[in-house]
């Protein structure tokens, strides 16, 4: 399976956006790139996913560059809620759908 | 909707003693899977099911690790015999169907074998 890579922390300011970064430079044509994230004491919560354009939900938006090595994932205006960890995953096109999660970000919010 | 429901949300046993960790998955929903987080190692998946059917239980750490799912509205993860290193917060989630994008994890189950 490929792998991603990703920073093991960020800061960011209340009511900016963040932007965190995820490699995966042996992604394959059939792989989806998944995002979740963890809040304390919860299990994880789907974010987003695509598979060549970028996307936009009401959580966030994914940016992945055109040869899909790497992609980034936007939280506009964060809040104290977004602290959480948050893990960038590959999935392939009719898979299982069975997740293999990495170390992920740990976000920090500060107000 | 109550999402997914696993039961207990803690349990403390004793070394030795068999466990049972359950799991009520989102109704509808053909897919689950079970997940164990620990410090060490992260979050794992442990196995996963497809309309009742396990159809990979490689994550399975050992013999001592079995799960069921006797109906589409419930499944069980034992262990039997318990040791102090299956310590760790167990996930249960279920999506819609095969390769669905989006996973629905419960609160989990803290388990501490002493």
């Known amino acids: 399976d490929a792998k991603t890579t990703q920073p093991n922390s960020m800061e960011s300011n209340e009511e900016e956006p963040v932007h965190l970064p995820c490699n995966h430079s042996?992604?394959?044509?059939?792989?989806?790139i998944h995002w979740y994230r963890q809040l304390p004491s919860q299990g994880p919560e789907y974010v987003i996913h695509?598979?060549?354009s970028n996307v936009n939900n009401r959580m966030a938006s994914l940016a992945i560059a055109e040869d899909r090595k790497s992609s980034t994932l936007i939280l506009h205006r964060a809040t104290l809620r977004d602290a959480a960890v948050y893990y960038c995953?590959?999935?392939?096109?009719?898979?299982?759908?069975?997740?293999?999660f990495g170390a992920g970000t740990q976000v920090v919010v500060t107000p | 909707d109550a999402g997914v429901i696993q039961s207990p949300r803690h349990e403390v046993t004793e070394m030795g003693q068999e466990v049972t960790l359950r799991c009520k998955p989102i109704?509808?929903?053909?897919?689950l899977f079970w997940y164990r987080q620990t410090m060490m190692r992260g979050l794992e998946l442990l196995i996963y099911f497809n309309n009742n059917v396990p159809i990979d239980d490689s994550g399975m750490p050992e013999d001592r690790f079995s799960a069921k799912m006797p109906n589409a509205s419930f499944s069980t993860l034992k262990i039997q015999p318990s040791e102090p290193r299956d310590s760790a917060v167990y996930f249960c989630a279920s999506s819609p169907e095969r390769g669905a994008p989006e996973q629905f994890f419960g609160p989990g189950t803290r388990l501490t074998v002493l």
């Open positions: 995953i590959l999935i392939v096109t009719d898979s299982w759908g069975k997740l293999q």
């Open positions: 109704s509808g929903h053909n897919s």
């Open positions: 042996t992604i394959s044509g059939t792989d989806y």
């Open positions: 695509g598979l060549t």
